[in-house]
């Protein structure tokens, strides 16, 4: 039977560690949030594991007082998969940027959110690399000025949540680095579901890519420029909700429309299902200018079996058939030699 946790603060997820990222660097807001909700999950400091490749964003596990693994870049996924199978008990995060994740690391995020290994990935999304002085990443929008495309870039850019769902992921979700009345909520959410979830945050670069998000973050624009998703509620934006988006029945795509125009009321508008991964298609492909960004929970299968569970499920079917292992009498099976 496993004693019952101690209570513990944000204190007690807090190192030693000076935190060193640029003043005014979204990261800071993250790691608080971070902090102030761990407390919340109920799980000892000693079964959390915070896990990151390499990057501003990678620096996050030293700053929490927990165990954690800095490792090579774009490899977190596959250093997070190895510990997770080998303890399941274990909580286990990755913490990864646009360019760590998605770059030099693509091919390993692929095969940790098809596999559904039961984790947590959070992406930070600034769109630039900003540890190695302002390169273009996959995220950066055409046009973006840089030591590496100093004439604008013509990389047209990954949408990451949309890279997810086509990776088989059945957990999607986006928040923002600020936002933390509406980030905690959504890593709560991440945690409770078992499989691999990807939180993709909006998250400022000061330095490099300064203000990227603003009108999205801005309180002033908010309203007209975030779709803020909520399962079971019609998909409304805008001062007082007067906007909407329903579907468009000849061309399968989501249109803007304002309610009491032509008659318009609630009942055209789309309903968030975050069970439809055909809507989750089509939320996570809209962009500013031309319509508001969904923030919130996109998509979540919790039907599908976690990789996590179902490798130990084949364990135990192996050794009923074939018995407990013996390492030292597979270590003398087949052609074996003296050396003397």
């Not at 499989?195 to 203000?211: H, K, L, M, T």
Request: net charge negative.
């Amino acid at each position: 039977m496993n004693a019952p946790v101690p209570e513990l603060t944000v204190k007690d997820f807090s190192s030693d560690q000076e935190v060193r990222w640029c003043p005014g660097c979204g990261d800071y807001a993250i790691l608080k949030t971070v902090q102030k909700m761990m407390p919340e999950l109920g799980v000892a400091k000693e079964n959390q594991v915070f896990v990151s490749g390499i990057g501003c964003s990678s620096r996050f596990p030293y700053y929490m007082n927990t165990y954690g693994f800095h490792t090579i870049h774009g490899r977190a996924p596959s250093f997070a998969t190895g510990i997770k199978i080998s303890n399941p008990d274990l909580d286990v995060w990755v913490v990864t940027g646009d360019g760590d994740g998605l770059s030099i690391g693509g091919n390993h995020m692929v095969h940790l959110l098809r596999r559904n290994v039961d984790l947590q990935l959070l992406l930070f999304n600034n769109e630039i690399y900003g540890l190695t002085k302002g390169q273009y990443s996959p995220t950066s929008k055409v046009g973006t000025t840089s030591p590496s495309t100093p004439h604008g870039s013509l990389d047209m850019p990954l949408k990451p949540c949309v890279f997810a769902l086509g990776s088989g992921a059945k957990f999607v979700a986006r928040s923002i680095d600020t936002e933390a009345k509406h980030l905690g909520p959504v890593l709560k959410r991440a945690h409770s579901f078992k499989g691999a979830s990807f939180v993709e945050i909006y998250q400022n670069c000061p330095v490099y890519n300064d203000g990227i998000f603003d009108q999205i973050k801005d309180k002033k624009t908010a309203a007209e420029t975030r779709l803020v998703l909520e399962n079971g509620r019609p998909l409304t934006f805008g001062v007082d909700g007067q906007k909407g988006l329903r579907l468009n029945a000849k061309t399968l795509a989501l249109e803007i429309v304002t309610l009491g125009e032509d008659g318009i009321t609630e009942d055209d508008l789309v309903v968030h299902d975050e069970t439809n991964k055909v809507l989750a298609q089509l939320l996570a492909n809209l962009k500013l200018p031309e319509y508001p960004e969904p923030i919130g929970v996109i998509y979540c299968d919790s039907d599908a079996p976690s990789y996590t569970g179902e490798v130990y499920n084949q364990r135990i079917v192996v050794r009923e058939d074939k018995g407990e292992p013996d390492l030292n009498a597979l270590l003398r099976t087949g052609h074996t030699w003296t050396v003397e």
